[in-house]
């Protein structure tokens, strides 16, 4: 798959690290324009440098309001799709396009004889470095933390044991241990936006824990397990499901367990989730 159309990862459109794009790309800037002065800054005020850090920090906060309004769209936009690496690329382009706009029009307001294409240029190659360089440290960091969290779940749910039955222990987003049940007691994982459900026994009661997490962080926690992903929005513990059934308006697993709903499987996991319930049914004959 070429790397251009390859979907980005989940954490870069979670609700909290949007939040922490915006929040860092602002401090970021506002420390960039107080050093290095672009944007013709030095002509906006003639005043003091302690004023021209409160005039700067307004019209900067002003300026990453594109940012904001630019990942609350993408926030929403994801909920529907994903984006691909070249999307994503085209979505910060846009975004340097119009913040270099912005500051593009008032240092223009502010010197009347300027010329546009000049100081639309100069705009433009800041922003570029505003905007880039603060994207690049916290997708760096994103990567990280999640690398991290996800390296440590998939070594607790392999070595994990307590009395001979396996142990699938439950993380949240920044790591810390949230559930921890026996492997044979879990049912299924549902998307629930910013979180997922954990449907499991307890006291062979059907039990839901909501965690703060993904499911793609899930789906690659449980790689090379009997846990796997069905659909969009389901990951399924195969050791629970008795039946596939096909139906007029699609495919359904089963469970032997009441009140558990029959959960889809999606054309995208349909052969592969099959082909797996045959091979894993026929060796536990």
């Known amino acids: 798959m070429n790397v251009l159309t390859r979907k980005i990862p989940a954490y870069h459109y979670e609700r909290s690290n949007l939040i922490r794009l915006v929040l860092f790309t602002a401090f970021f800037d506002l420390i960039f324009i107080n050093i290095y002065k672009p944007f013709s800054s030095l002509t906006w005020y003639p005043v003091s440098e302690f004023k021209f850090f409160l005039f700067s920090s307004l019209v900067i906060l002003t300026g990453v309001l594109v940012v904001a309004i630019s990942r609350v769209i993408m926030y929403y936009y994801t909920k529907k799709r994903s984006i691909n690496y070249l999307e994503y690329g085209i979505w910060i382009v846009s975004e340097i396009f119009f913040m270099s706009l ?21 705009s433009a190659e800041n922003t570029t470095l505003v905007l880039l360089l603060p994207y690049a440290i916290l997708m760096l960091y994103f990567s990280w933390r999640d690398k991290e969290q996800k390296l440590r779940m998939i070594e607790e749910n392999k070595g994990d044991a307590i009395g001979g039955a396996s142990v699938i222990s ?17 049912l299924y994982i549902e998307s629930a936006d910013n979180y997922v459900r954990v449907w499991y026994l307890n ?20 790689e090379g397990t009997n846990v796997l992903r ?8 195969f050791e629970q499901v008795k039946v596939i059934r096909r139906e007029k308006d699609g ?17 995208t996991y349909s052969e592969k989730v099959t082909h797996w319930f045959m091979c894993y049914s026929s060796s536990n004959e």
Do not use: Q
């Not at 029009?105 to 000049?118: C, F, G, M, P, R």
């Not at 920044?174 to 879990?186: P, Q, T, V």
């Not at 069905?230 to 513990?237: K, L, P």
């Open 102 to 122: 912005f500051y593009t029009i008032y240092s223009v307001s502010l010197k009347k004889e300027a010329d546009i294409l000049e100081v639309f240029s100069e």
């Open 251 to 267: 495919v359904y697993l089963e469970f032997d367990v009441e009140k558990v709903p029959d959960i889809p499987i999606s054309k």
């Open 230 to 237: 069905c659909h969009r929005s389901y990951m399924v513990n």
């Open 203 to 222: 006291k062979g009661v059907v039990t839901k824990f909501m965690l703060r997490n993904t499911l793609k962080a899930m789906e690659e926690a449980f």
């Open 170 to 186: 439950f993380r949240d987003e920044k790591g810390e241990l949230r559930l921890s049940i026996k492997h044979s007691n879990l």
